[in-house]
């Protein structure tokens, strides 16, 4: 489990980096271009404002991407979710508690 989770939390970690990566280079494009095209500031803004809008999409899309994979690999294992494991868990405390009775009663009866 610890190592399904150090995968999970490397591979987010690794998205994040590339998301970031690609809005730092595409903010240098945007000046390159600005000042090689020779834009007034207000076509750069302008530019450069589109550029955000577009990055923002993807990395929304890229994010949900990687929400889907990590929940289908999770499905994959077949790990429990909290609600089963609280479930298990309330069920073990029962089960306890019975057999502490049984043996309770048990010696009373010795």
């Given amino acids: 489990m610890d ?3 150090a995968a999970i ?3 987010w970690s690794r998205a994040v980096l590339a998301a970031s990566t690609v809005e ?5 494009l945007v000046g390159t ?3 090689r095209a020779a834009l007034a500031p207000e076509q750069a803004k302008h530019l450069a404002a589109d550029f955000a ?5 993807h ?3 890229l994010t949900g991407e990687v929400q889907r994979a990590v929940r289908t690999a999770v499905e994959r294992v077949r790990l429990p979710a909290r609600t089963d494991l609280k479930k298990m ?5 029962a089960l306890e ?9 048990a010696r009373k009866g010795e």
């Fill in 9 to 11: 939390h490397e591979s």
């Fill in 97 to 105: 508690a019975r057999l502490g009775q049984i043996e309770r009663n």
């Fill in 59 to 61: 990395r929304k899309t």
């Fill in 53 to 57: 809008v577009r990055i923002e999409e």
């Fill in 89 to 93: 868990s309330e069920k073990l405390d």
């Fill in 33 to 35: 271009i600005g000042e």
């Fill in 3 to 5: 190592d399904l989770r």
């Fill in 24 to 28: 730092e280079h595409a903010q240098a």
